[in-house]
């Protein structure tokens, strides 16, 4: 098998075997360049294979007025958000939401807008975290197109988040930021902090206590110089994957470390996987280092519900698969969240879960499932990378007898080079 972007058809591979450098972590990347932007630079942030996604970022700073020179993977920025305009933020929740608290504080008109999926995403959460620090927006019923008409300053306020999602926190610390005083946003559960971190780092007033985030206004973060690490979320692929196949042994390097992202690796040792992380420096403030994932080993069933879920929101269609693997029945909950992600995330898990053979029940907020009898499908993606990545890593390590994707090249949205990854691992 040799799979590349143009090729749909993914069989189980013989063995997986080698060392990847994974594309930057959108989370961090995202942060950077908009954080950067903030400071009114000049700014170097180097990213390593960008997907779509911190590409609309990208476009959307250059549209209100940020210079970005670039040479390779180093994006040189210079000069904060100046004019008024209306962004295109893709398929890109992530771009949306912080630069809609970014622009918040600037006395700046920005409309945002997307494809066809983002469109269907709910902005009312957002919009009503702005419009309680005194500024004007506008969503149309609810979602995209939002227009933010910033002032300059913000009120500060106290925040309770209706989900914990980082990118609700990130939004209301950014707009927090150009308020007079403190802001506090609680989150009803765990959340990345990469936020936090890298504000800190560049001399904002923010910190963290448990599942409260204070920011004091009004900063501006420092300039500063950059190399994005790994994405953990690309590397959950390969975790799964190796951690499936009887004849695997993986190691990606230079992968971002930070405790709230590895989740899933807890997960997967619970589950019987050996895997090991060690942290060889850091990048700003965050970890980096390299996760080692060797397979052979039987897996055991799991749950998961509750504050849990929210740490492994992005992963869930990828341990549908390591579930679908085991003869006893494990079982998610309180993941309605998955319904509003760039498809009905469940449905199309669960869809594709009875496709190849497992014995699945759809609910509500999740599923139960069990291994079945192993059968060849065509998987339907709705265009969303993660389903895409889930079912070729399903075919891969022999979950399925093997798999046909239908649109191959969504998974340009987080990682670009997934299929030549696939085939130099697996060839």
């Given at each position: 098998?040799t799979p590349?972007s143009t090729?749909?058809?993914i069989?189980?591979?013989?063995r997986?075997r080698g060392r990847?450098?994974?594309?930057?972590d959108k989370?961090?990347?995202?942060?950077a360049?908009i954080f950067?932007?903030?400071s009114g630079?000049?700014?170097m942030v180097?990213?390593r294979?960008p997907g779509l996604?911190?590409?609309s970022?990208?476009?959307?700073l250059r549209?209100?007025?940020?210079s970005?020179e670039?040479?390779?993977?180093r994006?040189?920025?210079?000069?904060?958000?100046s004019?008024d305009?209306?962004?295109?933020?893709?398929?890109?929740?992530?771009?949306?939401?912080?630069?809609?608290?970014?622009?918040a504080?600037?006395?700046?008109?920005?409309?945002?807008?997307?494809?066809?999926?983002?469109r269907?995403?709910?902005?009312?959460r957002?919009?009503s975290i702005?419009?309680a620090a005194?500024?004007?927006?506008?969503?149309?019923?609810?979602?995209?197109?939002m227009?933010?008409v910033?002032?300059?300053?913000?009120?500060p306020?106290r925040?309770?988040?209706?989900?914990?999602?980082?990118?609700?926190?990130g939004a209301?610390?950014l707009?927090?930021m150009?308020?007079?005083?403190e802001?506090t946003?609680?989150?009803?559960g765990?959340?990345?902090?990469?936020t936090e971190r890298?504000?800190?780092?560049?001399?904002?007033?923010?910190?963290r206590?448990?599942?409260?985030?204070?920011?004091?206004?009004p900063?501006?973060p420092?300039?500063f110089?950059m190399?994005v690490p790994?994405?953990?979320?690309?590397a959950?692929?390969?975790?799964?994957?190796?951690?499936?196949?009887?004849d695997a042994?993986l190691?990606m390097?230079a992968?971002g470390?930070n405790p709230?992202?590895?989740?899933?690796?807890?997960?997967?040792q619970r589950?019987?996987v050996?895997?090991a992380?060690?942290?060889?420096?850091v990048?700003?403030?965050?970890?980096?280092?390299?996760?080692?994932?060797r397979?052979?080993?039987?897996?055991r069933?799991v749950n998961?519900?509750g504050?849990?879920v929210a740490?492994?929101i992005d992963?869930l269609?990828?341990i549908?698969?390591?579930m679908a693997?085991v003869?006893?029945?494990s079982?998610?909950?309180d993941?309605?969240?998955?319904?509003?992600?760039?498809t009905?995330?469940?449905?199309?898990?669960?869809a594709?879960?009875a496709?190849?053979g497992?014995e699945?029940?759809?609910l509500?907020?999740?599923?139960?499932v069990?291994?079945?009898?192993s059968q060849?499908?065509?998987?339907a993606?709705?265009?969303?990378?993660?389903?895409?990545?889930?079912f070729a890593v399903?075919a891969?390590?022999?979950?399925?007898s093997?798999?046909?994707?239908?649109?191959?090249d969504?998974v340009?949205v987080s990682?670009?080079?997934f299929?030549?990854?696939?085939?130099a691992?697996?060839g």
């Amino acid at each position: 098998m040799t799979p590349a972007s143009t090729r749909s058809s993914i069989t189980p591979a013989a063995r997986l075997r080698g060392r990847l450098t994974l594309p930057a972590d959108k989370s961090i990347a995202h942060r950077a360049l908009i954080f950067g932007a903030l400071s009114g630079g000049p700014t170097m942030v180097t990213i390593r294979s960008p997907g779509l996604d911190v590409l609309s970022t990208l476009g959307c700073l250059r549209a209100v007025g940020v210079s970005i020179e670039q040479s390779g993977e180093r994006y040189l920025l210079s000069g904060r958000p100046s004019r008024d305009a209306v962004v295109d933020c893709g398929n890109s929740g992530t771009t949306m939401r912080l630069l809609a608290g970014a622009v918040a504080g600037l006395p700046l008109t920005v409309t945002f807008d997307g494809d066809a999926s983002l469109r269907a995403r709910p902005m009312e959460r957002v919009a009503s975290i702005l419009r309680a620090a005194g500024v004007e927006v506008t969503t149309t019923d609810g979602h995209g197109p939002m227009t933010v008409v910033g002032r300059d300053p913000l009120m500060p306020v106290r925040h309770v988040l209706p989900v914990a999602s980082a990118q609700l926190l990130g939004a209301a610390v950014l707009a927090g930021m150009s308020a007079q005083g403190e802001t506090t946003v609680e989150a009803p559960g765990p959340t990345r902090d990469h936020t936090e971190r890298m504000l800190a780092h560049l001399g904002v007033p923010i910190h963290r206590d448990g599942r409260v985030t204070t920011v004091t206004g009004p900063a501006r973060p420092l300039p500063f110089d950059m190399e994005v690490p790994g994405d953990p979320s690309a590397a959950s692929a390969w975790l799964v994957a190796a951690a499936l196949h009887a004849d695997a042994d993986l190691t990606m390097v230079a992968v971002g470390l930070n405790p709230t992202r590895l989740a899933l690796v807890g997960l997967l040792q619970r589950m019987g996987v050996e895997i090991a992380t060690r942290v060889s420096e850091v990048s700003g403030a965050e970890p980096v280092g390299d996760i080692t994932v060797r397979g052979g080993r039987a897996l055991r069933a799991v749950n998961i519900s509750g504050g849990e879920v929210a740490q492994l929101i992005d992963e869930l269609p990828l341990i549908a698969i390591a579930m679908a693997s085991v003869g006893d029945t494990s079982e998610v909950r309180d993941a309605g969240e998955l319904r509003v992600k760039e498809t009905d995330r469940i449905a199309a898990t669960v869809a594709g879960l009875a496709a190849i053979g497992a014995e699945v029940e759809p609910l509500p907020d999740g599923w139960r499932v069990r291994r079945g009898t192993s059968q060849s499908a065509r998987i339907a993606t709705h265009g969303d990378h993660r389903i895409a990545i889930a079912f070729a890593v399903a075919a891969v390590a022999g979950v399925a007898s093997a798999v046909e994707i239908d649109d191959p090249d969504c998974v340009a949205v987080s990682y670009p080079g997934f299929w030549e990854d696939l085939a130099a691992v697996s060839g």
